[in-house]
């Protein structure tokens, strides 16, 4: 299983940005979308996950401001980043939990796209 992330760019504070993550392989379930970021001289840190029921979480710093969704047809999640404030600037990568038929649970990680938030 392969994790293509995009969408990341370049936005002033107050805008917005929509993250894609779009998982590909062959017979396997995404149990669990996760959406995690990384600034500079910092830890990873989770920002929201969604499972295959929709339930959501979210890290305290985006709750209210950052919506996760996903199209389980299209094996693919999205991260809507709203109120962008500079402090969001990282490299936010995707995560996703997945059950591989004859393989079992394993765990992915999609490449990092760079999201920069100017004042």
């Known amino acids: 299983v392969q994790l293509q992330a995009s969408g990341g760019g370049l936005v002033q504070a107050g805008g917005s940005l929509r993250l894609s993550c779009a998982a590909s392989g062959n017979n396997f379930v995404v149990l669990v979308f996760g959406w995690y970021r990384q600034a500079p001289g910092k830890q990873r840190e989770l920002v929201a996950t969604?499972?295959?029921?929709?339930?959501?979480a979210y890290s305290d710093s985006v709750k209210g401001r950052f919506t996760i969704s996903r199209d389980s047809a299209k094996n693919t999640a999205y991260l809507q980043m709203n109120s962008l404030k500079p402090e969001d600037t990282a490299v936010y990568y995707c995560?996703?939990?997945?059950?591989?038929?004859?393989?079992?649970?394993?765990?992915?990680w999609g490449q990092g796209t760079l999201v920069t938030v100017s004042s």
């Open positions: 995560n996703a939990d997945v059950w591989v038929v004859q393989r079992g649970r394993n765990n992915y």
């Open positions: 969604i499972n295959t029921s929709g339930n959501t």
